[in-house]
């Protein structure tokens, strides 16, 4: 299948997906969602309410902090979603030692 050869620095995409260890693993949706937005670098993923957009937007974040040593932005519309994916963030990292503390920060409105 192509998502198993798919590489990003060297690193197949699914081995790195599988080495997060997340709570919940991927769907083949959520896998294939992954792959297809680090292959094109620049895409826009359209996925519908409870498919789990939390774990595609995480293992996203992961590879480009992890292998690409790049910070990112992530915004949503309101500050209970700012929780929710804050609260999913370390769900997802509580089997593999990320630090969401010290990785991830809040901002509302401009503040910190």
Known sequence: M???????????LQA????????HPPR????????????????????????????????IFRQLLDYQKLKGLIIVPTTSLVEQLYSDFVDYSSANGFDVEENVHRVYQGKA
């Open 2 to 12: 192509l998502r198993e050869r798919a590489m990003q620095g060297g690193v197949p």
């Open 16 to 23: 790195f997906v599988e080495s997060l260890n997340p709570k």
């Open 28 to 59: 083949d949706y959520q896998l294939n969602a992954f792959v297809h937005a680090m292959q094109r670098r620049r895409c826009l993923l359209l996925s519908p309410t409870a498919s789990g957009k939390s774990l595609i937007i995480y293992t």
